[in-house]
């Protein structure tokens, strides 16, 4: 070992002259041999990792699946006559009820036809009043009464028709709903089928996602031991939606291209945060008995492929290959590669190497999990 003080006294009988230059030098010596220390004492410290097993538990996995967001009803408003624009009653994003009127297009020539046909039928009323009396005095033929009601009844549809075509020039909303944009303006020549506006109603929505056969049938074959059987939505900013939903319809039929089904389910939206369009991801639980769990931050990545550092009898650590099967927050629920009684590398995957030995202290999976963190070190 180092004898600090025999080296100063060595120095002081060799050097007696410049005692400034030596106090300086036994200064610099002094606090290097200091820092050497330190780092040795620090580098002895670090050399000391945390090790961890793999425990088993019963638990419930989530997954998440993209999902786009529907209307409960969304249709396109569109015109069933020709003519100008004349009145917009409505505003983009304005919420209407059923009923109410939204859009006039100038109906003056279908009011002409509806007041001619009108008068039309009263003609023929009058005309079937007259031949009636005449044929109850047995004037005129039975046959000439028929004559004389079927023109009446002509007449009456003559008018009806005339009315439903006057009655096309208002467009009601056919439901309580929101208005979307409105790509005509006012006095617009309107062409028939001419778009005018779509109308969604979001009082509740459906999320639209798809879902794996493996997965599919782990849902169809748990659906009575699931529990709670509400499934949540993750917003695009990262917030979950504060009402659950429920999935309520599943496709007849697979995606031969993509292997999936479709799912939908449907989530109340009474503060009509959802719209018409948006995206999201819907989150599934799925309740795993006797899980296999590993703390993610004892995993690194290679090529798409995880990886943990398995502790020997003699202290060295050597790469696995894990299989993954599910996913929560800061754990891993592993299907292949460890066993429980595994120790595995906790901190320090991006400091170590393959056969690389290691002093470690062990620490209990409980107390592990209770302490979490995501990123490994």
Same mark, same amino acid.
């Given at each position: 070992?180092?004898?600090? !003080? =025999?080296?100063? @006294?060595?120095?002081? %009988?060799?050097?007696?002259?410049?005692?400034? #230059?030596?106090? +300086?030098? /036994?200064?610099?010596?002094?606090?290097?041999?200091?820092?050497?220390?330190?780092?040795?004492?620090?580098?002895?410290?670090?050399?000391?990792?945390?090790?961890?097993?793999?425990?088993?538990?019963?638990?419930?996995?989530?997954?998440?699946?993209?999902?786009?967001?529907?209307?409960?009803?969304?249709?396109?408003?569109?015109?069933?006559?020709?003519?100008?624009?004349?009145?917009?009653?409505?505003?983009?994003?304005?919420?209407?009820?059923?009923?109410?009127?939204?859009?006039?297009?100038?109906?003056?020539?279908?009011?002409?036809?509806?007041?001619?046909?009108?008068?039309?039928?009263?003609?023929?009323?009058?005309?079937?009043?007259? !031949? =009636?009396?005449? @044929?109850?005095?047995? %004037?005129?033929?039975?046959?000439?009464?028929? #004559?004389?009601? +079927?023109? /009446?009844?002509?007449?009456?549809?003559?008018?009806?028709?005339?009315?439903?075509?006057?009655?096309?020039?208002?467009?009601?909303?056919?439901?309580?709903?929101?208005?979307?944009?409105?790509?005509?303006?006012?006095?617009?020549?309107?062409?028939?089928?001419?778009?005018?506006?779509?109308?969604?109603?979001?009082?509740?929505?459906?999320?639209?996602?798809?879902?794996?056969?493996?997965?599919?049938?782990?849902?169809?074959?748990?659906?009575?031991?699931?529990?709670?059987?509400?499934?949540?939505?993750?917003?695009?900013?990262?917030?979950?939606?504060?009402?659950?939903?429920?999935?309520?319809?599943?496709?007849?039929?697979?995606?031969?291209?993509?292997?999936?089904?479709?799912?939908?389910?449907?989530?109340?939206?009474?503060?009509?945060?959802?719209?018409?369009?948006?995206?999201?991801?819907?989150?599934?639980?799925?309740?795993?008995?006797?899980?296999?769990?590993?703390?993610?931050?004892?995993?690194?990545?290679?090529?798409?492929?995880?990886?943990?550092?398995?502790?020997?009898?003699?202290?060295?650590?050597?790469?696995?290959?894990?299989?993954?099967?599910?996913?929560?927050?800061?754990?891993?629920?592993?299907?292949?590669?460890?066993?429980?009684?595994?120790?595995?590398?906790?901190?320090?995957?991006?400091?170590?190497?393959?056969?690389?030995?290691?002093?470690?202290?062990?620490?209990?999976?409980?107390?592990?999990?209770?302490?979490?963190?995501?990123?490994?070190?």
């Amino acid at each position: 070992m180092f004898d600090l !003080t =025999k080296f100063i @006294s060595t120095i002081i %009988i060799f050097y007696p002259m410049n005692r400034n #230059v030596l106090y +300086a030098g /036994l200064l610099l010596t002094l606090t290097f041999l200091t820092s050497c220390s330190k780092k040795v004492e620090e580098k002895e410290e670090a050399g000391k990792y945390a090790v961890t097993e793999p425990v088993v538990l019963d638990t419930t996995l989530t997954k998440e699946y993209v999902a786009q967001i529907r209307s409960l009803r969304n249709i396109e408003l569109r015109s069933q006559e020709k003519g100008y624009l004349q009145n917009i009653y409505v505003d983009e994003g304005q919420n209407v009820q059923a009923g109410q009127l939204l859009f006039r297009i100038m109906p003056k020539a279908y009011e002409a036809e509806f007041l001619k046909a009108k008068a039309e039928t009263k003609a023929a009323e009058i005309e079937l009043q007259n !031949t =009636k009396t005449l @044929s109850d005095k047995n %004037i005129i033929s039975k046959n000439e009464l028929a #004559v004389a009601q +079927a023109r /009446l009844d002509q007449a009456k549809a003559e008018m009806a028709l005339a009315k439903l075509h006057l009655s096309f020039t208002e467009i009601h909303a056919p439901f309580a709903g929101t208005i979307d944009r409105l790509p005509m303006k006012l006095g617009s020549l309107i062409d028939e089928g001419e778009l005018l506006t779509s109308l969604s109603d979001n009082s509740q929505m459906y999320a639209y996602f798809n879902v794996s056969e493996p997965e599919y049938l782990d849902y169809q074959t748990n659906i009575k031991g699931r529990g709670d059987q509400h499934v949540q939505l993750l917003l695009a900013n990262g917030d979950f939606l504060k009402d659950k939903g429920t999935v309520e319809v599943v496709e007849g039929e697979f995606d031969n291209e993509t292997g999936n089904i479709a799912f939908r389910a449907r989530f109340p939206n009474p503060n009509k945060l959802l719209r018409h369009g948006e995206t999201g991801k819907v989150v599934m639980a799925f309740p795993m008995k006797n899980a296999l769990i590993i703390p993610q931050k004892a995993t690194y990545e290679i090529q798409d492929k995880k990886y943990v550092f398995v502790v020997d009898a003699a202290n060295k650590v050597h790469s696995r290959e894990i299989t993954i099967s599910g996913e929560l927050p800061d754990i891993y629920v592993v299907s292949s590669g460890l066993k429980t009684n595994d120790k595995i590398l906790l901190e320090g995957v991006q400091k170590v190497n393959d056969d690389d030995k290691i002093e470690y202290v062990f620490h209990k999976p409980q107390e592990v999990l209770a302490h979490l963190r995501l990123k490994a070190e």
